[in-house]
């Protein structure tokens, strides 16, 4: 946990953003696999780390915009629970940890909503993206689970958005943790990537790495020959030599602060020249988005400034033809990259989506694109100092879309499909680093992962 001092500050700046009102932030409660005592990894919630930094389950904080009050509130663990956990600290002891002066039970919160209800005080909450916490707030508003989304507090979650999307030094040195887990992770796994081997071996080490550095995976490893599929979590296939093996993984710190990383390498350790050739333009691509990646700038920009390095590259391979302008502005490009650039990461992987995507990667002047491609571009906003976003273009060759558009004759005018018909057999390559905007620029996170084909096939080498 950061001290005391950085949730008090946090607190304080939610109330004073959100005005006036009961903001209510749930814990996440133990979630039950496959019967009720066999639970998953306890995952918290991250709005609810963020201000209160509190890692038990059935939690729920409480902050009173109008009297300036923090209360926490649950249930203290009897002696029932006590001998299967060993003692653990009271709800009073763990408020007073993280600055929280008022504490009570569950029934108390009851009664504490339905003052507020009965005096029409405003009361905020997010919406909940687990069913068990949809069915709490439910049951504590008197309100029927199916209207709890359509009244959750825009007002909450643009506070919450300006707050967390600008992280703090301490911030920064927990997401650099995490990277350097990745690096050992990614490292580690470029290593193993010899023929005869299975995905799921590889993906099973880079989630023992992840544990090795003391938290879980950010999200399901992406370990494949098949990276034409984007997130294509099947491990089965047998690793072979002429396939390109994409590894898309992070992991989380104790705190959960996250990495997201993605590297491409050619099975056996050695580049052929297709695969060269296709990597050396994602790469450019990479690098592009990071050269202008500063204040200032949107980042549907930096995502038009990438494709602008993809769509040359793929010019001068023969795959597509006409004026580079007019391919990047009617989006042909985007066959080979259904996707956006990147996203924000932080307390979560895709850092604050369930707030809804477009409240935090896009505002009232940056609005999403329609168009294929840029259109799944999770973050386009104008960015800030102290931003975190992922840097991740790609390339993939996906038969059934480029057999759809070819059929369609869609961008047609953009696109050579007899020369495209001789890549289909390829898979796919994605590139992605963790990145910070700073005052003047932005510093590619963490320590450098192997990058370019020299530094992958030395380090494949060794
Ligand atoms: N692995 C998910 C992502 O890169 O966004
Ligand atoms: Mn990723
Ligand atoms: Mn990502």
């Not at 923090?70 to 763990?94: H, Q």
């Not at 707050?163 to 997401?175: L, P, T, V």
């Amino acid at each position: 946990m950061f001290s005391k001092e950085t949730y008090i500050a946090r607190r304080n700046q939610l109330r004073k953003d959100v005005g006036q009102g009961i903001i209510i932030i749930q814990g996440n409660h133990e979630a039950s696999c496959n019967y009720p005592d066999n639970t998953y990894y306890f995952r918290q919630d991250s709005t609810f780390l963020y201000f209160f930094g509190l890692q038990r389950e059935d939690l729920i904080g409480v902050l009173d915009c109008d009297n300036g009050q923090d209360y926490l509130f649950a249930n203290d663990y009897d002696i029932d629970d006590i001998i299967w956990t060993g003692p653990l600290p009271s709800v009073a002891d763990l408020a007073a940890s993280v600055g929280v002066t008022n504490s009570g039970s569950l029934a108390d919160l009851q009664v504490f909503c339905n003052k507020g209800i009965a005096q029409a005080r405003r009361i905020h909450y997010l919406p909940p993206y687990r069913a068990d916490n949809k069915l709490q707030l439910s049951k504590l508003l008197g309100m029927k689970p199916c209207a709890i989304d359509k009244y959750a507090s825009m007002d909450l979650i643009k506070a919450c958005v300006k707050q967390r999307s600008i992280k703090s030094a301490e911030e920064i040195a927990e997401i650099e943790k995490a990277i350097a887990t990745a690096y050992n992770m990614h490292v580690g796994a470029m290593k193993m990537a010899m023929p005869g081997r299975y995905e799921y071996e590889l993906a099973g080490f880079m989630e023992g790495q992840a544990w090795m550095g003391n938290g879980p995976l950010s999200f399901p490893v992406i370990m494949t020959i098949h990276g034409e599929t984007l997130h294509n979590h099947n491990h089965n296939h047998k690793l072979e030599l002429g396939r390109m093996l994409v590894m898309d993984a992070g992991c989380e710190t104790e705190m959960n602060y996250c990495s997201d990383i993605t590297r491409s390498v050619p099975v056996g350790g050695k580049f052929n020249d297709r695969q060269r050739t296709i990597y050396e333009i994602v790469l450019n691509a990479n690098l592009e988005a990071a050269r202008v990646t500063r204040p200032g700038i949107t980042y549907q920009e930096v995502h038009t400034a990438a494709s602008r390095v993809l769509a040359q590259g793929y010019k001068d391979l023969g795959i597509l033809k006409g004026n580079l302008d007019d391919i990047v502005a009617n989006g042909a490009h985007s066959l080979l990259m259904p996707h956006g650039l990147g996203h924000m990461m932080g307390l979560d992987v895709h850092d604050m989506e369930n707030y809804g995507q477009i409240n935090v990667g896009y505002d009232d002047e940056i609005r999403p694109s329609e168009q294929f491609g840029l259109g799944s571009l999770r973050c386009g906003r104008r960015l800030q100092p102290g931003f975190v976003i992922t840097d991740e273009p790609g390339c993939y060759f996906i038969p059934a879309l480029i057999d759809k558009w070819h059929a369609e004759g869609t961008n047609k005018e953009f696109i050579n499909f007899d020369e495209l018909e001789k890549w289909k057999d390829f898979g796919g390559i994605r590139i992605e680093d963790d990145i910070l905007v700073t005052d003047t620029g932005c510093r590619v996170l963490g320590k450098p992962i192997p990058k370019t084909v020299a530094e992958i096939e030395a380090t494949m080498a060794e």
